[in-house]
C-alpha cells in the first residue's frame, strides 16, 4: 500500500497527515486482528509491547546521528518540524517552532539555542518582515536525518 500526502498549508496538513496516520493504523489493527489466534487483549498487548521496543531502538539509533544532548524530546520535535517543513518547501518562524516544540516558549528557546550552537539549525530573516526569523536544518543535520530514517526503516 502507498500513501500520498499532500499538504496545502501547515493546519490542514498536519490533519491530512494525522488522518491518513489513522487510517494506516486502522488498517493495521484489523491485519493484525485477523492473525491474531487469541483475540483482541493479545493483539492490544503485542501491539503496545511492539511500540515499545520500536521506539526504544529509535531512540538508541539517534545517537548513531545525533549526540544525546541534542536528542531531547523538544529539541527533536522541533528537528522533526524543521525537516517536514523542508521537504515540503515551507519555512518555519521560530514562534511556530516554540509552538511545536511542546514546550513552554522559553523553554523552546533554549532548545533553539543549543540546536544553534550545536550547527544542527541555523535562523534566516523574513525578506517581508525583519522582525521575524525563520528556522532551518543546516545541510549536513538534514542529510543526518534522511540517514537516520533510511537506518530505522530497515531495522
Same mark, same amino acid.
Not at 513552554?104 to 521575524?132: C, G, S, V, Y
Given at each position: ?62 545517537? +548513531?546521528?545525533? !549526540?544525546?544532548?541534542?536528542?531531547? $524530546?523538544p &529539541?527533536? =520535535?522541533? @528537528?522533526?518540524?524543521? #525537516? ?7 519555512n ?11 514546550v ?17 539549525i541555523?535562523?534566516?530573516?523574513d525578506?517581508?518582515? +525583519?522582525?521575524? !526569523?525563520?528556522?532551518?536544518?543546516? $545541510?549536513? &543535520?538534514? =542529510?543526518? @536525518?534522511?540517514?537516520? #530514517? ?6
Amino acid at each position: 500500500m502507498k500513501y500520498e500526502f499532500q499538504t496545502r498549508s501547515k493546519k490542514s496538513g498536519r490533519d491530512d497527515t494525522v488522518t491518513a496516520l489513522h487510517k494506516i493504523a486502522s488498517e493495521i489493527s484489523t491485519l493484525a486482528f485477523r492473525v491474531s489466534e487469541n483475540g483482541q487483549e493479545d493483539l492490544e498487548q503485542i501491539s503496545a509491547v511492539s511500540r515499545a521496543k520500536k521506539m526504544a531502538k529509535e531512540k538508541r539509533a539517534r545517537s +548513531q546521528f545525533f !549526540s544525546e544532548k541534542i536528542c531531547g $524530546e523538544p &529539541a527533536w =520535535d522541533i @528537528m522533526l518540524d524543521l #525537516f517536514v517543513a523542508k521537504a515540503n518547501g515551507m519555512n518555519v518562524s521560530v514562534s511556530s517552532a516554540c509552538i511545536g516544540s511542546g514546550v513552554a516558549p522559553t523553554t523552546a528557546l533554549r532548545w533553539i539555542a543549543m540546536l544553534e550552537d550545536n550547527n544542527i539549525i541555523f535562523r534566516k530573516f523574513d525578506p517581508e518582515d +525583519q522582525r521575524r !526569523s525563520f528556522l532551518e536544518l543546516t $545541510e549536513s &543535520a538534514n =542529510d543526518r @536525518m534522511n540517514r537516520y #530514517f533510511d537506518y530505522i526503516r530497515d531495522m
